[in-house]
């Protein structure tokens, strides 16, 4: 009867994804179609520094290489001749799905659930609209993650029952697993855990020595295992002074920023961009999806002196709280949290502790399905059949073909596929360059790396180019020296597709915008020619420049820049002055680089709009500075001071210039600018003031 069962939830499961499965690749924001090639040089050792995807100039990569041996396995098939898409509907969905069920399903037996009562949890577990989403938005890892983790949390139970080492050694190896998967769903695990463990101990009170020490024995185990394992990367990841993350992600605007659901939504079960599944375009309260919340806490007027069922509820009410994110109520704790609860950092989209809501509702909706049967037998084959067509239903957008990732057709897929016919024949090294960025479908390898216009927004000198901040993309046009930088980019294409109609809300405004921001570009001295993939309504045009350098190139002359990347504007318009020829180290960027002048033969010095003093700063090391901006947040603190960082130079250029008229493009050597308006005063501390020493402050 178990397998029949099992065997029917994943033939419903199975009916709404049906749309993953269609001929030819599915693809969305977090799951872009990997060629051939870039399929192919997955297979390798593993690397601090990644240039996949749509980061073709590189960058570091320790962040993301927990996923390494997925990453070799799919490298090895796509050396074998297998195809992404194939591997995609081979290895990437069904595995998800038949995890999902057997996973579930294990947990809800283990807790005694009825037949039924199994059966409509595991359907809550496995389509709910945050799920669905998921799968739908691409992403594969969170998703096996999302499908493992009741897995974890069950042998995580035997093995504290059991003291078997049997379930000991199943709960690593799933441990692990997950890890690979997403390693921040571990998080997830170890807090249902602590949760657990306190929960006996202050409810239960089954607490003894005996338990206690499976507990620490669990810990230190699990915690050399995976510190071992996860060992070739986190080593480098220690040791490596970059970032591994974006510096923006580490900032508790971003959790502002990403706070989508509020509580209504995290208390329905309702993804916060369901179904349409676009960033930041929220949904209106579904109130058909009530469903859960109410079936899910009637649990606990049906069973109330059952105390395992408070704490899934308890699992529930926290993955609500913390689901919403710094919305009300109490919108200041989630913020606390993430400043001050290590780990807690990696959570800056609140919307993952979706992950406890689902897991709690899946068991309380089942305990709930399993009472009402028992004190209304006769409806025993009523409610499930009602429950599971209702669970379809709200998942109709899914089988329906209402969805804009994996599971619908994309958008200009011919266009695409013959762009990459085009630059496949191109066998020299070129870059590609995506405005605004990558699209799912668009073409990248090793010879020929994808890099996006929104990323190089945020760095300079692109950022200097920048004019204003509505249009964050004008620097193409703006600058002058614009088509000297993409040749020593190595950018060869340029790729500007009409928006997604499905996923974008064009007026006339936006529409108009596009076509004239279009026409600018084909008018730019540096394009050498355009061709048009698309329709004349709705173009995918692929624009060619006139040169670029290769992959590796030598400048015959180098000069050292005391001085703001301002020059390259005025470099520019030195005639016969090339980028390609002159290789220019901008001696501001960083603490300590004034050094290299010595280690470096031939090289030529210029003070741009600077003294000596200013010369002399470049040769003080890391550790001699001292950085205000450190000390503060990016909103003003009571003294009315605040911070900003080299990602946030356009927005504080534009700043600067309409409420104060000053045009400040100085380097921060890497350590952001501390801001006060009016007359304030900033005391800053350091154990590095000491008498004697001399004190340059910038200012």
Known sequence: MIKKDKFLIFGIVFFVFWRFFLPGPHVATDLHLAFNQDLISQF???????SAGAVGLGEYA???LWAWPVHVIFGLLGKLGLSHDLL????GLPPILLIGVFSIYALLDYLKLGRWGKFAGTLVYLVNSYFVLLIDGGQIGLALAYSLLPAGWLFYKKYI????????LIFLFLTITLSIFDIRIIYFLVLLIIFDFFFCLLVSRKISFSLVSSYIKLAFISGVVLLAFHSYWIFPSYFSRPPSLPVTYQRVSQIDFLSFAKLKHAFMLL???????VFGDISQYRYEFLIFPVLAFGAIFLR????????WFLIAGLGIFLAKGQNPPLPKVYPWLFENIPGFSLFRDPTKFFFLIALAYSVLIGITVDELIRRIPKLRFVIPILLTSYFIILASPAWTGKMTGTLSEPVYKKAYFEIADIIKKDNNFARLFWIPLKAPLGYSSFLHPSTEASRLGQMRPFALGTVGTYETLNYLREASYMGQLLDILGVRYLIYPYPDTRREDLDKEKVDYYHTFLGQLFSLPWVESVKNFGTETEPVPLIKTKRNQDHFFIAPATWFIVGSDRIYRDLAEIKNFEFSKNGLVFLEERPGLG???DKTTQAKLILYDKGEIDLAATFVEWDKFIFPASQLDFDPNNAGW?????????WLRDFLQQKYGIDNSDFDYGGGWAVGEGSLKLEVGSPKFKEGNLLLARV
Not at 88 to 91: A, D, S, V
Not at 304 to 311: G, R
């Open 595 to 597: 050094d290299l002048i």
């Open 44 to 50: 390798s050792l593993p690397s601090t520094w990644g």
């Open 271 to 277: 993804q916060p961009h369901w179904y349409r599944n």
């Open 161 to 168: 029952n059991l003291k078997s080492t049997r379930e000991l």
């Open 88 to 91: 995609m509907k081979t290895l």
């Open 62 to 64: 320790v962040g993301v």
């Open 304 to 311: 109330k002196k059952e105390k395992s069922v408070w704490y």
């Open 642 to 650: 605040w911070k900003r960082e080299t990602v946030d130079l356009a």
